[in-house]
């Protein structure tokens, strides 16, 4: 088995904390997601989660004005300087304080820093010039008494607007100007949230956190700023005028010249105007404003609120847009695309992330992540879908093509302990605390079926039959497991036996068989359908943890309390084998532990295990950022990944800091309270305001669940941080089949040439190099696939046919791709059947990229054939409309024609009479 497997990407979490991000292009949105950054494209609806992690979480991140360079700086100060071409990182620096914003100037040459009381102005990287260090300090300004919060740079990058918690505004000028060092703004009386310049000019608006807007007219333009060596020059020049001038006059003049330089070239700012948001909100006192942003071409100020609303004004008028509500928690994060039609609005108490579009009222993107943790998944027949539940109740099912959630149900009211797929695909199962199964449908997205109990009880584990007619699950409570009918929704049996709550059911993919895991040291087996009750009890060394069946059906594994893995024939009912994997899985220090992390690792055991598609490895993961692969047969440990090294969460060090330890206990565990939450407004120690039980806490890390994809071809573990994918890396791997010396590339090239097409494809797949077993394939003419098919030995059929699985689908040539994998299917079919089991993942990925392109081929033909259907009725409508005009004017002209004979008969007729 190839253990090459990568981080691919996160789904589960949109965003965490700190500010969010348009490109330039406005056509993607840039996310911190814990101590990882997710780009979303809006343009071709799909994410995509850098490679890139840090130690903390990251809390402010900043983008270059030609969208290459991003610097991303964490909880603890480190500032990583990532490429968004290359997606690494180049460069390190720590600022050892924690940093409140940090912003590019708009001309790209510099970045400041908002770090304590300080701003920091730094030389940008560029291409054109190469520096050894990339943050080279350009100046520093001690502007503020208190934190810095906010930065905002004018449009030519000379002057600087900086806020902070003394609730005072400072103009910083990067240059020396003779009129302008530094200028102060206050009449706020809450610290500056954001402070933004108008396009082209020094004016500016500033709000602050209890919810002030404060609009500032400059008395002088942006062009008006004097350097000190231009005001020599005027100065020199004016004294030889001086020389021949008289007493009078000189007086005169200097009179007038201070005149005007108070009015025209000193810099005072004015107050325009000063707003109360609150008033449009008719919010009560305690709502903050947490977050702004500011168009300058449109002039357009947002504004969010700890309440989950945002106020959108005109400026400089304060004229209200808009006042809408996404949720009932605050808006961390608020920002603009390029054109000014798009905001990007995050949550993180929600884990929230919304693109709006103002102007039309609609969603461009709507994500939200699992309120709480994410507790266990499933993958889909197929591989395409992924769907999670999570301790808020809440089940929601991703695409692991474009990363982003397509439905949520919430009909659960409590906590999700299990999901999984029928056998169809076309359903969803799921268990719950609150007492119920239900059964989502994946096509009219609705709960169809619901599955109580007699009494009420809590269901911890669930399965299904190969055949999708009966589901299976376990009590905490009353430690039976109640058997239902999927098609009527009946309860059909109640299966007693064990003595302890059950932690965990499967059912085996060959036979009608299932098997139950419990805490009282037992497992058993059931033969649900003909002898209606349990078969054996088999004893394991300690309580049992979980229980999964091997896909062949043959064999399953059961995890006990004391960290062994153990292995049991189901037709014998014989343990074949035992791990002991305690010392593997790793044991980190947590804030309230009391011993060392070596008692820990004594304590350690597997609460989630799955097997590879192959059935010869095996997954294993628990309280640990460490999740294990070990081979079955030898039952040896063959890899293990670090899921996380960030220790923003709890669990991740190995030693505790000595430095945070008091005789008082761990200085972390003390909470950090929100700004202008007063002690007032705390009835309880720690406890915050509106909800007695909510109370700050680190988050521990943990995998939930564990699961391979049926193609494979990857992984996906449920953990703190949300849904970790890792896939195999194939642009790194070099894997020869069967590699002889005169099998080069330019050999196989010439046997091509020859025309030698079966022999030059073989010489491909044994080399084993992507491009060049390309260019064979699609060098190959049409006429001649189905004979180099026929004559390709047994032993390349299954190579071929997993790269033209994978291959389907990145290529363009789906119809020439599918040529071969058709072919390849009627010239080897019967072959491939008996070996079914070892070729399971490339069949799954076969099909899991034909309903792909089937659903998007669908989409494309239903839009022309419904535009197709459009166009045709309006030229139907046409042709009714001139064709009803044209029998209009018909009408008319018979009328017309009838009128004229009528007054010519009549006419004749008195001609006759009088003559």
Request: with cysteine.
């Given at each position: ?460 584990c669930l399965a299904v039959d190969p055949s999708g007619e009966i589901v299976c699950a376990g009590s905490q409570d009353t430690f039976e497991i109640f058997v239902w009918s999927l098609q009527t929704g009946r309860l059909l049996e109640v299966l007693s036996g064990h003595e302890a709550p059950i932690s965990g059911i499967s059912f085996s993919p060959s036979q009608a068989v299932l098997v139950s895991a419990s805490w009282d040291k037992t497992v058993r087996v059931w033969d649900v359908f003909e002898s209606k009750g349990s078969r054996e009890a088999l004893p394991v060394t300690s309580d049992a943890l979980t229980v999964q069946f091997r896909p062949d059906g043959q064999e399953f594994a059961v995890s006990t309390l004391d960290g062994q893995i153990l292995f049991f024939d ?346």
């Open positions: 088995m190839k253990l090459s497997f990568k981080f691919s990407n996160l789904l589960g979490t949109v965003y965490r904390k700190g500010n969010i991000l348009f490109s330039p292009d406005g056509n993607s949105v840039i996310s911190p997601v814990g101590n990882r950054i997710t780009i979303f494209d809006l343009k071709n609806n799909k994410s995509e989660t850098l490679p890139i992690e840090s130690r903390y979480n990251f809390t402010s991140i900043a983008l270059a004005p030609n969208g290459c360079i991003l610097i991303a700086v964490n909880e603890a100060g480190e500032a990583s300087l990532c490429s968004l071409i290359s997606k690494t990182v180049l460069h390190q620096h720590n600022f050892r304080r924690p940093i409140k914003d940090i912003q590019f100037s708009p001309n790209g040459r510099f970045f400041a820093v908002a770090k304590e009381n300080n701003v920091l102005v730094y030389q940008a990287p560029c291409s054109h010039r190469r520096v050894y260090n990339p943050f080279a300090l350009e100046r520093v300004f001690h502007a503020a008494y208190s934190e810095t919060t906010c930065i905002d740079w004018t449009s030519d990058s000379r002057v600087m607007a900086v806020g902070s918690k003394d609730m005072s505004t400072k103009i910083c000028a990067l240059e020396r100007f003779s009129n302008l060092s530094i200028y102060t703004l206050g009449s706020h009386t809450g610290s500056i949230v954001g402070c933004f310049f108008d396009e082209n000019s020094l004016d500016l608006c500033t709000v602050s956190r209890n919810g002030q807007l404060c609009v500032w007219e400059c008395s002088v333009d942006l062009d008006a700023l004097t350097l000190p060596t231009e005001q020599t020059e005027q100065q020199q020049k004016d004294s030889d005028d001086e020389d021949s001038m008289s007493e009078a006059k000189k007086r005169k003049l200097d009179e007038e010249k201070d005149e005007t330089d108070d009015k025209t070239n000193k810099v005072y700012y004015k107050r325009r105007a000063k707003v109360y948001l609150k008033d449009s909100l008719k919010a009560e006192s305690s709502v903050m404003l947490t977050s702004a942003a500011y168009h300058r071409k449109s002039q357009i100020l947002v504004t969010g609120f700890s309440n989950g609303s945002f106020l959108l004004q005109e400026m400089p008028d304060c004229i209200l847009i808009h006042s809408l509500s996404i949720s009932e928690q605050d808006i961390s994060a608020v920002a603009f695309n390029c054109t000014g039609d798009w905001i990007a609005l995050g949550s993180s108490h929600m884990g929230q992330l919304v693109v709006w579009e103002w102007q039309s009222e609609s969603f461009v993107l709507k994500q939200q992540g699992h309120f709480n943790t994410m507790s266990c998944l499933a993958y889909s027949p197929d591989g395409q879908y992924i769907v999670t539940g999570g301790d808020d109740g809440k089940v929601k099912v991703w695409n692991t093509s474009t990363g982003f959630c397509l439905v949520t149900f919430t009909e659960h009211e409590s906590g999700v302990s299990e999901v999984t797929f029928t056998q169809s695909g076309k359903a969803i199962l799921s268990a719950s605390l609150d007492g119920t199964v239900r059964a989502f449908d994946l096509q009219r997205y609705r709960n169809f079926r619901t599955f109580t109990s007699p009494q009420r009880t809590q269901f911890f189901i037709n014998t009912s014989v343990q074949t084998g035992s791990i002991e994997g305690r010392n593997d899985l790793g044991a980190g220090r947590r804030d309230t532990d009391l011993v060392t992390a070596k008692k820990l690792q004594g304590s350690q055991a597997f609460t989630t295990l799955c097997y590879s598609t192959d059935g010869e490895s095996i997954l294993a993961g628990g309280r640990s950022k460490n999740v294990c692969i070990y081979h079955v047969r030898e039952q040896l440990l063959m890899k293990k990944f670090e899921i996380t090294s960030n220790h923003s969460l709890d669990g991740v060090d190995d030693f505790l800091n000595r430095r945070k330890m008091t005789e008082f206990g761990n200085i972390a565990l003390i909470e950090e309270r929100d700004e202008g939450q007063t002690s007032s407004s705390i009835s309880l120690p720690g406890v915050r305001k509106g909800d007695m039980s909510s109370r700050a806490f680190k988050p521990e890390v943990r995998v939930s669940s564990l699961q391979f994809s049926p193609t494979g071809r990857a992984w996906s573990a449920a953990t703190t941080e949300g849904l970790l994918i890792y896939s195999l890396d194939h642009n790194l791997l070099f894997d020869p089949f069967q590699l002889e010396a005169n099998i080069t590339p330019a050999a196989i090239r010439k046997t091509l040439e020859e025309k030698k097409h079966s022999k030059a494809l073989i010489m491909a797949l044994r080399l084993n190099e992507q491009p060049l077993l390309v260019e064979i394939l699609e060098k190959t003419p049409f006429e001649n696939v189905e004979l180099v098919c026929y004559s390709l030995p047994h032993v390349y059929v299954e190579k071929l046919l997993d790269f033209l699985g994978n291959k389907l689908e990145t290529s363009q040539h789906i119809e020439f791709y599918l040529t071969w994998i058709h072919q390849l299917l009627l010239s080897h079919g019967s072959t491939l059947k008996s070996r079914s089991t070892s070729i399971l993942g490339a069949l799954h990925t076969l099909q899991k990229n034909l309903t792909k392109w089937n659903e998007d081929l669908g989409k494309i033909c239903n839009h022309n054939k419904y535009t197709s259907q459009y166009l045709i009725s309006l030229w139907k409508n046409q042709q009714n409309k001139t064709q009803s005009s044209i029998e209009e004017g018909d009408i008319e002209d018979e009328i017309l024609i009838s009128r004229t004979e009528f007054d010519m008969s009549e006419e004749s007729l008195h001609s006759d009479c009088t003559w």
